[in-house]
């Protein structure tokens, strides 16, 4: 069982900007925690972190609180900028830096906000990684400061950015003749994937690509795809990709304006990557269809917890060339240690390209079981496993299911939600066992009025 973090969720650290813990005085004693920790960590070196943002309004405050604590540490700090969160992890590996974080809350309103961070080798913290740096955090002494002779200094990060640039378009292919819709979300995004596809020659169509700090993720991007179909179709576009705010998510549309989810492009990819290994990971949300297909391709799926860290760690453990997620996280281990929304679209259109086939054609690989998510607010996140209502609810719906479907219930690790995703053939049964939970659920007392 995960230990209970005082600051870390599914996804790094997040809540309301301007709120515990991300007040510029907490954010600043986390940047001078995680300085302290590299120095302890690695004392023999004189430490750089890569800091990049996405366009939200209380990202400039955030990241300034950030850095101020990490030169206070000593630490030099390689300002990226504006960038989706794959560009740190990318730029940490090839400038040999100590670490990083993006400043960002992801698929989040703007109200919210987040920190992310790296290790060494551009992946993302593992849970030990988060219990170090926390301990240092809360430690009872006061932390270590650099001489005012050995102080952090700030550098420009953004010519460094156009090696990220290079290298999504190395990954792709000469994509002339494919007329491509963008959805930035008003994200992280908005500059970079333009630039990619346009160099690669495709005809590009830009949505959502002027952020004013308030509309980053409002009704655009990968939570919202339906609004980039009816461009894909109003247009006559090959293909359109959706982003989410921090630029690590990608949701497709065909050219009839299907929307194509997570997993069918980690079918795609798994077959694309064939050669490199018959292995694939997906988390607990993805479809039993996904599974099926892969199976009858020779493949196994490993399964994990939800979140692309835990879905890297198993393609490290097992020698897995693509993992992801149904909402739009993709890895590919070739190209990148986390989920890359750009990489991912990069590559999808190149295989449509050279199979010179509709992407209606190429993105629906394999039929999915009936599926449904719902999601309930929450007052409060008591263990699931002490919830004894809860518990009687889901077994009773796995019964009813007969083994030919799936329960899972599980808390949203950025969101006060319990999600609740059924999985059958019959889409009355899937409603009835919703309602069983979701009232058990109720009764429980947990559930916003």
């Known amino acids: 069982m995960r230990t209970k ?12 900007a301007n709120r515990y813990p991300l007040t510029p005085e907490m954010v600043q004693k986390i940047g001078l925690a995680y300085g302290v920790y590299l120095n302890a960590k690695f004392p023999d070196r004189k430490h750089t972190v890569v800091v990049g943002q996405d366009t939200r309004l209380s990202s400039d405050m955030i990241k300034a609180a950030l850095i101020s604590g990490l030169n206070s540490a000593g630490v030099d700090v390689l300002d990226a900028g504006v960038v989706p969160t794959p560009a740190v992890s ?144 109003e247009l006559g576009l090959h293909l359109g990709f959706a982003y989410d705010g921090d630029g690590d998510r990608c949701i497709a549309v065909n050219e009839r304006g299907e929307v194509i989810d997570g997993d069918q492009l980690i079918a795609l990819l798994a077959l694309h990557f064939a050669d490199r290994s018959k292995e694939a990971v997906a988390t607990v949300m993805s479809n039993l269809g996904l599974e099926l297909f892969l199976r009858e391709k020779g493949f196994r799926l490993h399964r994990t917890p939800v979140g692309d860290r835990f879905v890297a760690e198993k393609m490290d453990e097992v020698g897995a060339a693509v993992g992801g997620e149904q909402s739009g996280h993709i ?41 449904k998510l719902k999601n309930v607010k929450v007052k409060e996140k008591p263990p699931l496993e002490g919830l004894e209502k809860v518990q009687r609810a889901i077994r009773e719906g796995e019964k009813l299911l007969e083994g030919r479907g799936r329960v899972l219930v599980r808390y949203s690790g950025t969101e006060p939600l319990l999600r609740i995703m059924v999985e059958a053939e019959s889409p009355e049964l899937i409603e009835r066992v919703i309602e069983m939970v979701e009232e058990a659920v109720r009764e429980e007392g947990i559930a916003q009025q």
């Not at 290298?167 to 000469?174: I, M, P, Q, T, V």
């Not at 259109?349 to 079981?369: D, Q």
Request: aromatic letters at 10%; charged letters at 25%.
């Open 331 to 371: 890895i590919v281990k070739e190209f990148a240690e986390t989920g890359d929304g750009i990489l991912t679209s990069v590559l999808v259109a190149s295989i449509v390209k050279s199979l010179r086939k509709p992407a209606s054609e190429v993105l629906s690989l394999f039929k999915p079981v009936p599926q």
């Open 5 to 16: 973090r005082r600051l870390f969720g599914t996804d790094g650290i997040r809540g309301i």
């Open 90 to 233: 990318f730029l940490i590996k090839e400038g040999d830096f100590s670490g990083g974080v993006m400043v960002s809350a992801s698929h989040n309103p703007y109200e919210y906000n987040g920190l992310k961070f790296f290790n060494h080798l551009g992946k993302k913290f593992s849970e030990a990684e988060e219990g170090g740096l926390e301990l240092v955090v809360f430690n009872k002494y006061e932390l270590p400061r650099a001489n005012y002779d050995n102080l952090g200094r700030v550098f420009n990060g953004k010519n460094l950015v156009e090696s990220y640039k290079k290298h999504l378009e190395s990954a792709g292919r000469y994509l002339a003749g494919l007329k491509i819709g963008l959805d930035c979300a008003n994200g992280a995004t908005y500059q970079i994937a333009p630039e990619v596809f346009s160099a690669l020659g495709a005809k590009v169509f830009t949505f959502n690509a002027e952020p004013d700090g308030k509309n980053i993720n409002d009704g655009c991007g990968a939570l919202y795809p339906e609004k980039l179909a009816k461009k894909v179709v």
